[in-house]
């Protein structure tokens, strides 16, 4: 099964601070979805890139895909304990195939 | 909103059983989706619908199987539990994905 790549695996950071997750892949995609997924929850779809080199902000997180089309990263500035998650990127490929990341598991501390 | 329901959060089931994991959603989607989600290895997709009565493979359909008799309604079936069938389940409607809350189902 073929996955995308996201670095790094897991993070710990203290509130305040800034982080970038990323998201890699040898395939292109049509389009690229984020979600954040909470314990014992499902994962929730944050934003979805369409365009090589679009940036989308989203109040303090800024998610950009790469010109080709193949990769995108995530920025969270001045992070706070409720961005605490598991991050999921997820490369769209035709009408039903994603093909979902391996996540990056995000702590927030106080 | 478009929700989601699926009709167990935690499942604990015998290794031989059948299991039934039932999920609606009430936003008109044609498209329904069931993954299983396992640490270090991501969301997987078990098989997926794009209208009632249609349904197809996904990555690992090996030991599972689906029905969807109604637009609203995506049942995933587990012909014969196994241990290695221990994992969280999740289905998702459309096409930006909304997700269920998740089945967790243990196989002893």
Redesign the interface.
């Known amino acids: 099964?073929q996955?995308l790549e996201q670095s790094p695996q897991f993070l710990s950071i203290q509130e305040g601070e800034n982080l970038t997750v990323y998201c890699n892949s040898s395939s292109v995609f049509s389009s690229l979805?984020w979600?954040r997924q909470e314990p014992?929850?499902?994962?929730?779809?944050l934003v979805?890139v369409v365009t090589g080199g679009e940036v989308k902000k989203l109040k303090r997180l800024t998610f950009q895909f790469g010109d080709a089309r193949k990769d995108s990263s995530l920025h969270i500035t001045a992070a706070q304990p409720g961005d605490t998650g598991l991050y999921?990127c997820?490369g769209v490929q035709g009408?039903?195939k994603?093909i979902?990341?391996?996540?990056t598991r995000l702590k927030v501390l106080a | 909103d478009v929700k989601?329901t699926q009709s167990s959060?935690y499942l604990v089931k015998r290794t031989g059983e059948k299991v039934f994991l039932e999920c609606v959603q009430d936003m008109d989607h044609e498209?329904m989706f069931w993954y299983r989600q396992d640490p270090?290895?991501?969301?997987?997709?078990i098989y997926?619908s794009?209208d009632v009565k249609m349904k197809?493979k996904g990555?690992?359909p090996e030991g599972y199987s689906v029905s969807r008799e109604k637009k609203e309604r995506f049942s995933l079936i587990l012909e014969s539990a196994s241990t290695n069938q221990t994992s969280m389940y999740?289905?998702?409607s459309g096409?930006?994905?909304?997700?269920?809350?998740?089945t967790?189902l243990t196989v002893v």
Do not use: H, K, M, W
Not at chain 1, 40 to 45: A, D, F, K, N
Not at chain 2, 40 to 45: M, N, P, V, Y
């Open positions: 099964t996955l979805q979600y014992g929850e499902g994962p929730v779809l979805t999921l997820a009408t039903y994603y979902f990341g391996t996540g | 989601v959060r498209n270090g290895l991501g969301l997987r997709l997926f794009y197809e990555d690992i999740l289905c998702a096409r930006g994905y909304t997700f269920g809350s998740g967790r």
